[in-house]
């Protein structure tokens, strides 16, 4: 393990975790496995962090990742993604990592809030807690209500269980009604930061840098923009800043180097990165892995990778 603290490897070491099990991707479950196998063993290898998949896929996940395992391999991460009830969700997990642990084990599970939020909530991490206590649970927030209600809500149920998590935030999808606003944005990181609650971000996020989308005709967040929202906010920026590093459509604006990451004249050492990055934006979840490494790549700010 790499001691030094490199901001690049602060800022992207496991931020990407891998979805080609979802739109718009939507591989069949024995490429994605292949994908992600190929992320294991690529240059870039450190910046890929969870597989995730269905509840409803774990099964075919294990019989098609298990017959692949070399010698050697190290275990896999899986973050599952709650698409039935909560229960039976639990209950494949739990037969999962009775089976599989550890060569594959369910390090995150995340879920959406629906109705109200408190009661949710509880409901979806007690049936969490019952796959391994040590895994985290990330619940997303229902766009329909009060952001710094349910954050509220989130952080409260996490600490009173006793367990690892935090929330999650969707920053886009198939159409452009789907994509939050910079406020929207803004306050979900604002208000996450303020209950020291981590977060994770899914749908949207193919590139480091916030850009129009010409077929949708909408803009698309970046997940660098995200990062750095994150630690400027973590590091008592005020809520302009945190807008205006959201709202940045301006690669040249950002820079991420050995010492620092940087937007404009703000400039954060990797120890400020690294504390972001494990009590605020813990990773965000991409269908496809070629393109928001190749963005970083061609922006010069990967390195020679840790």
């Not at 024995?30 to 190929?38: I, L, P, S, W």
């Not at 098609?64 to 709650?82: D, K, L, Q, T, Y």
């Not at 749908?203 to 803009?219: K, M, N, T």
Request: charged share 25%; with cysteine.
């Amino acid at each position: 393990m790499r001691l030094t603290l490199d901001a690049r490897t602060a800022a992207f070491g496991g931020l990407i975790d891998y979805a080609g099990l979802f739109p718009p991707a939507s591989l069949p479950v024995a490429d994605a496995v292949g994908e992600y196998r190929d992320l294991r063993t690529s240059l870039h290898r450190w910046v890929g962090g969870r597989f995730l998949c269905r509840a409803s896929d774990l099964e075919e996940i294990a019989a098609v990742a298990v017959r692949g395992f070399e010698r050697g391999e190290s275990p896999w991460e899986i973050g599952m993604i709650v698409d039935m009830s909560p229960g039976a969700a639990a209950s494949l997990g739990q037969a999962f990592q009775r089976e599989l642990s550890p060569i594959m084990s369910i390090t995150a599970v995340e879920a959406r809030l629906s109705g109200p939020a408190v009661t949710d909530a509880g409901m979806l991490l007690d049936a969490i807690a019952t796959i391994d206590r040590d895994t985290a649970a990330f619940l997303e927030i229902d766009p329909a209500g009060s952001t710094r209600k349910q954050i509220h809500e989130i952080g409260e149920a996490i600490r009173d269980r006793g367990m690892r998590g935090g929330a999650k935030l969707r920053c886009g999808g198939e159409t452009r009604d789907r994509f939050p606003d910079v406020d929207q944005v803004a306050t979900f990181i604002w208000e996450a930061t303020l209950a020291s609650l981590p977060f994770k971000a899914t749908a949207g996020l193919h590139q480091p840098i916030r850009h129009h989308d010409d077929a949708l005709d909408v803009w698309r967040h970046g997940f660098l923009n995200i990062l750095m929202a994150s630690a400027a906010c973590d590091a008592g920026e005020d809520r302009s800043i945190v807008e205006a590093i959201i709202a940045e459509s301006d690669p040249a604006a950002f820079s991420v180097s050995a010492m620092t990451a940087s937007w404009r004249t703000i400039s954060l050492p990797g120890s400020a990165i690294r504390r972001s990055r494990q009590s605020g934006f813990v990773a965000f979840g991409s269908c496809d892995l070629e393109e928001p490494l190749t963005a970083l790549d061609d922006l010069g700010f990967l390195g020679e990778g840790s």
